[in-house]
T-cell receptor
Framework: GQNIDQPTEMTATEGAIVQINCTYQ??????LFWYQQHAGEAPTFLSY????GLEEKGRFSSFLSRSKGYSYLLLKELQMKDSASYLC??????????FGKGTRLSVIA | DGGITQSPKYLFRKEGQNVTLSCEQN?????MYWYRQDPGQGLRLIYY???????QKGDIAEGYSVSREKKESFPLTVTSAQKNPTAFYLC???????????????FGPGTRLLVL
């Protein structure tokens, strides 16, 4: 099965840039997802990576290196509303998604 | 509006009681999923279904049961055999075209289950 590691908590300042890392181990990598989850709410889809490189969507970007088993989510121009948990989820060959424990990001003024 | 609905938002269970959580989607998705989330934990898969009248156990299926009689509906029953049911339960759905395809899961608002 997969082993997915993310930092438990991070704090960053409004207007700054923050990078949330995710490392994983799989026997047959088949895609990586990032979700945002505000407290008490459902996760919402942010990004998907299956090939190496950077995917950019507005203020959010996600990077993948399959050879290193590594991804990061980059958030630019941080806003207070970005305070949330960020979940990394990995699909191994022929199995459902497995989620990491999530990184709780606090944005401070 | 297309989406996923879960009801109720809060549910209270007495000891020894079975309770059923509702999940309905009108996205025409083939696959549906049930997850459990505990404080400080990620999402753990309980059951999933890729097609009507078929479903598979996830990582923590003990003490739970499901049915998939209609494409739109995937109810979860928390039985009295589940000794620690207090958690946030999330239902999700996705298209399904095989394991090699990207199937983004979209989540319902969740049901918080509390044991009295």
């Amino acid at each position: 099965g997969q082993n997915i590691d993310q930092p438990t908590e991070m704090t960053a300042t409004e207007g700054a840039i923050v990078q949330i890392n995710c490392t994983y181990q799989t026997s047959g990598f088949n895609g990586l997802f990032w979700y945002q989850q505000h407290a008490g709410e459902a996760p919402t889809f942010l990004s998907y990576n299956v090939l190496d490189g950077l995917e950019e969507k507005g203020r959010f970007s996600s990077f993948l290196s399959r050879s290193k088993g590594y991804s990061y989510l980059l958030l630019k121009e941080l806003q207070m509303k970005d305070s949330a948990s960020y979940l990394c989820a990995v699909r191994d060959r022929n199995t459902p998604l497995v989620f990491g424990k999530g990184t709780r990001l606090s944005v401070i003024a | 509006d297309g989406g996923i609905t879960q009801s109720p938002k809060y549910l209270f269970r007495k000891e020894g009681q079975n309770v059923t959580l509702s999940c309905e989607q009108n996205l025409n998705h083939d696959a549906m999923y049930w997850y459990r989330q505990d404080p400080g934990q990620g999402l753990r898969l309980i059951y999933y279904s890729q097609i009507v009248n078929d479903f598979q156990k996830g990582d923590i299926a003990e003490g739970y049961s499901v049915s998939r009689e209609k494409k739109e509906s995937f109810p979860l029953t928390v039985t009295s055999a589940q000794k620690n049911p207090t958690a946030f339960y999330l239902c999700a759905s996705s298209t399904w075209a095989g394991w090699t395809q990207q199937e983004t899961q979209y989540f319902g608002p969740g049901t918080r289950l509390l044991v009295l």
